[in-house]
Protein backbone atom coordinates (compact mmCIF):
# COMPACT_ATOMS: atom_id res chain seq x y z
CA UNK A 1 0.00 0.00 0.00
CA UNK A 2 1.57 3.88 -0.77
CA UNK A 3 1.91 6.19 1.85
CA UNK A 4 -0.79 9.16 2.10
CA UNK A 5 0.02 12.18 0.59
CA UNK A 6 -0.86 15.24 3.36
CA UNK A 7 -0.59 18.84 2.84
CA UNK A 8 0.34 21.59 5.56
CA UNK A 9 0.01 24.85 5.05
CA UNK A 10 1.67 27.64 6.71
CA UNK A 11 -0.57 30.93 6.50
CA UNK A 12 0.52 33.75 7.45
CA UNK A 13 -2.50 36.32 8.71
CA UNK A 14 -3.68 39.30 7.29
CA UNK A 15 -3.03 42.56 7.70
CA UNK A 16 -3.98 43.92 11.19
CA UNK A 17 -4.87 47.34 11.71
CA UNK A 18 -1.47 49.14 13.02
CA UNK A 19 -1.37 52.84 12.84
CA UNK A 20 1.40 53.41 14.54
CA UNK A 21 3.52 50.90 12.87
CA UNK A 22 4.09 49.32 16.40
CA UNK A 23 6.06 46.14 16.74
CA UNK A 24 3.06 44.13 18.36
CA UNK A 25 4.63 40.99 18.37
CA UNK A 26 2.53 39.01 21.64
CA UNK A 27 1.32 42.14 22.28
CA UNK A 28 -3.01 41.74 22.50
CA UNK A 29 -5.54 43.84 21.02
CA UNK A 30 -3.38 43.89 17.41
CA UNK A 31 -6.36 42.74 14.83
CA UNK A 32 -7.39 42.29 11.83
CA UNK A 33 -8.01 45.35 9.46
CA UNK A 34 -10.67 45.60 6.80
CA UNK A 35 -8.01 44.68 4.34
CA UNK A 36 -6.84 42.08 6.62
CA UNK A 37 -10.81 40.61 7.00
CA UNK A 38 -10.98 40.83 3.15
CA UNK A 39 -7.45 38.83 3.04
CA UNK A 40 -8.69 36.15 4.92
CA UNK A 41 -11.89 36.26 2.69
CA UNK A 42 -9.81 35.96 -0.52
CA UNK A 43 -7.81 32.65 1.72
CA UNK A 44 -10.95 31.16 2.45
CA UNK A 45 -12.17 31.62 -1.26
CA UNK A 46 -9.00 29.96 -2.67
CA UNK A 47 -8.89 26.82 -0.55
CA UNK A 48 -12.96 26.22 0.21
CA UNK A 49 -12.91 23.09 -2.08
CA UNK A 50 -9.80 21.87 -1.42
CA UNK A 51 -9.76 18.23 1.15
CA UNK A 52 -8.63 20.17 4.55
CA UNK A 53 -9.87 18.42 7.58
CA UNK A 54 -8.05 20.53 10.16
CA UNK A 55 -7.40 24.23 10.68
CA UNK A 56 -5.06 25.23 13.58
CA UNK A 57 -3.84 28.69 14.55
CA UNK A 58 -2.13 30.68 16.87
CA UNK A 59 -3.63 32.02 19.27
CA UNK A 60 -3.35 35.75 18.63
CA UNK A 61 -6.56 37.49 17.87
CA UNK A 62 -5.05 38.07 14.18
CA UNK A 63 -4.16 34.86 13.54
CA UNK A 64 -8.00 33.76 14.77
CA UNK A 65 -9.20 36.09 13.03
CA UNK A 66 -7.68 35.01 9.82
CA UNK A 67 -8.84 31.51 10.11
CA UNK A 68 -12.15 32.40 11.16
CA UNK A 69 -13.75 32.73 7.33
CA UNK A 70 -12.23 29.22 6.42
CA UNK A 71 -13.49 27.46 9.04
CA UNK A 72 -17.08 28.66 8.75
CA UNK A 73 -16.71 28.17 5.10
CA UNK A 74 -15.66 24.39 6.03
CA UNK A 75 -17.86 24.33 9.41
CA UNK A 76 -14.62 22.58 11.14
CA UNK A 77 -13.53 24.38 14.41
CA UNK A 78 -10.40 26.31 14.66
CA UNK A 79 -7.89 24.68 17.00
CA UNK A 80 -5.27 27.03 18.87
CA UNK A 81 -1.70 25.55 19.43
CA UNK A 82 0.64 28.08 21.27
CA UNK A 83 3.45 26.57 19.27
CA UNK A 84 2.51 28.68 16.28
CA UNK A 85 2.36 31.75 18.05
CA UNK A 86 4.53 34.79 16.87
CA UNK A 87 8.01 34.77 17.50
CA UNK A 88 9.09 36.15 21.16
CA UNK A 89 10.85 39.86 20.50
CA UNK A 90 12.64 42.33 23.48
CA UNK A 91 11.27 45.06 21.40
CA UNK A 92 7.64 44.74 21.67
CA UNK A 93 5.41 47.48 21.97
CA UNK A 94 8.09 49.92 19.97
CA UNK A 95 8.60 51.11 16.67
CA UNK A 96 11.76 49.76 15.53
CA UNK A 97 14.54 51.93 12.94
CA UNK A 98 16.80 54.48 13.23
CA UNK A 99 15.23 57.28 12.37
CA UNK A 100 12.10 57.83 15.48
CA UNK A 101 12.75 54.22 16.41
CA UNK A 102 13.86 52.08 19.00
CA UNK A 103 17.53 51.77 16.80
CA UNK A 104 18.39 55.65 18.25
CA UNK A 105 18.44 54.32 21.86
CA UNK A 106 21.60 53.38 23.22
CA UNK A 107 19.68 51.31 25.78
CA UNK A 108 18.75 48.87 23.63
CA UNK A 109 22.33 48.19 21.56
CA UNK A 110 22.69 45.87 23.83
CA UNK A 111 20.52 43.52 22.52
CA UNK A 112 21.72 43.54 18.58
CA UNK A 113 25.27 41.90 19.47
CA UNK A 114 24.43 38.64 17.79
CA UNK A 115 22.49 38.79 14.24
CA UNK A 116 22.41 34.98 14.15
CA UNK A 117 20.98 33.74 17.04
CA UNK A 118 19.21 36.68 17.20
CA UNK A 119 20.37 38.36 20.17
CA UNK A 120 17.13 40.62 20.46
CA UNK A 121 14.35 37.57 20.78
CA UNK A 122 13.56 33.97 20.31
CA UNK A 123 16.26 31.79 18.75
CA UNK A 124 15.93 30.71 15.11
CA UNK A 125 16.71 27.49 16.15
CA UNK A 126 13.70 27.24 18.94
CA UNK A 127 11.92 28.92 16.45
CA UNK A 128 11.49 26.24 14.04
CA UNK A 129 11.66 23.03 16.36
CA UNK A 130 8.05 24.22 17.68
CA UNK A 131 6.56 24.82 14.48
CA UNK A 132 7.42 21.71 13.16
CA UNK A 133 5.98 20.20 16.00
CA UNK A 134 3.14 21.64 14.91
CA UNK A 135 2.90 20.78 11.86
CA UNK A 136 3.93 17.52 12.55
CA UNK A 137 0.79 16.67 15.24
CA UNK A 138 -1.36 18.67 12.35
CA UNK A 139 0.00 16.28 9.53
CA UNK A 140 -0.89 13.25 11.82
CA UNK A 141 -4.11 14.49 12.61
CA UNK A 142 -5.19 15.14 9.01
CA UNK A 143 -3.39 12.15 7.55
CA UNK A 144 -4.14 11.50 3.68
CA UNK A 145 -5.65 15.37 3.98
CA UNK A 146 -5.26 18.65 4.16
CA UNK A 147 -4.48 21.23 7.21
CA UNK A 148 -4.41 24.64 7.40
CA UNK A 149 -1.99 25.95 10.28
CA UNK A 150 -2.72 29.99 10.69
CA UNK A 151 1.03 31.44 12.66
CA UNK A 152 3.00 34.50 11.62
CA UNK A 153 6.22 35.84 9.49
CA UNK A 154 9.34 34.52 10.97
CA UNK A 155 7.75 31.44 12.43
CA UNK A 156 6.65 30.35 8.98
CA UNK A 157 9.51 31.85 7.52
CA UNK A 158 12.15 30.33 9.79
CA UNK A 159 10.29 26.71 9.47
CA UNK A 160 10.35 27.27 5.44
CA UNK A 161 14.39 27.69 5.89
CA UNK A 162 14.99 24.78 7.97
CA UNK A 163 12.29 22.58 5.16
CA UNK A 164 14.92 23.89 2.73
CA UNK A 165 17.73 23.46 4.49
CA UNK A 166 19.23 27.24 4.31
CA UNK A 167 20.94 29.07 7.18
CA UNK A 168 18.62 30.24 9.50
CA UNK A 169 20.00 33.82 9.82
CA UNK A 170 18.41 36.03 7.25
CA UNK A 171 17.70 39.46 5.98
CA UNK A 172 14.35 40.14 6.99
CA UNK A 173 13.53 42.23 4.00
CA UNK A 174 13.78 39.06 1.96
CA UNK A 175 11.28 37.19 3.14
CA UNK A 176 9.08 35.85 0.96
CA UNK A 177 6.06 35.41 3.57
CA UNK A 178 3.70 38.09 2.21
CA UNK A 179 0.67 39.23 4.33
CA UNK A 180 -2.03 36.28 3.69
CA UNK A 181 0.10 33.61 1.95
CA UNK A 182 0.92 29.76 1.96
CA UNK A 183 4.00 27.91 2.32
CA UNK A 184 2.45 24.38 1.31
CA UNK A 185 4.25 21.28 2.74
CA UNK A 186 3.38 18.45 0.46
CA UNK A 187 4.34 15.16 2.15
CA UNK A 188 4.46 11.54 1.26
CA UNK A 189 4.01 9.43 4.54
CA UNK A 190 6.33 11.34 6.75
CA UNK A 191 9.02 12.56 4.33
CA UNK A 192 8.94 16.05 3.19
CA UNK A 193 8.79 16.09 -0.48
CA UNK A 194 7.60 19.72 -1.71
CA UNK A 195 7.43 23.20 -0.29
CA UNK A 196 5.41 25.74 -2.46
CA UNK A 197 4.03 29.36 -2.21
CA UNK A 198 1.21 31.41 -2.64
CA UNK A 199 -0.44 34.71 -2.61
CA UNK A 200 -4.15 34.02 -2.75
CA UNK A 201 -4.65 37.70 -1.31
CA UNK A 202 -2.35 39.60 -3.57
CA UNK A 203 -5.39 41.28 -5.53
CA UNK A 204 -6.96 42.51 -2.23
CA UNK A 205 -5.19 45.82 -2.30
CA UNK A 206 -1.79 46.84 -3.79
CA UNK A 207 1.45 46.77 -1.92
CA UNK A 208 0.31 49.16 0.29
CA UNK A 209 -0.65 47.26 2.93
CA UNK A 210 0.36 47.75 6.57
CA UNK A 211 3.47 44.89 6.93
CA UNK A 212 5.24 46.08 10.33
CA UNK A 213 6.25 42.60 11.44
CA UNK A 214 9.42 42.22 9.51
CA UNK A 215 10.42 46.00 11.53
CA UNK A 216 12.66 44.33 14.32
CA UNK A 217 14.52 42.56 11.88
CA UNK A 218 13.30 39.58 13.74
CA UNK A 219 9.75 38.89 13.94
Same mark, same amino acid.
Given at each position: MSEPRTTVHLLRHGEVHNPAGVLYGRLPGYQL???? @??? $???? *? =? +??????????????????????????????????????????????????????NGSLRHPSVWRWLYN??????????????? @??? $???? *? =? +????????????SHQLPIWTARSAAQRRPLWHDPRRRECA????????????????VTYDEPARDVVPHTAADTDHLDAGA
Open positions: SDVG @RRM $AEAV *A =A +RLGDNDITLIVSSPMERAQQTARPLAELLGIPIVTDGRLIEAGNRFEGRTFGVGPFQPSWGESYKVIAA @RVF $AAVA *A =A +REQARGHEAVCVLASLTTLSYVGDDLVA
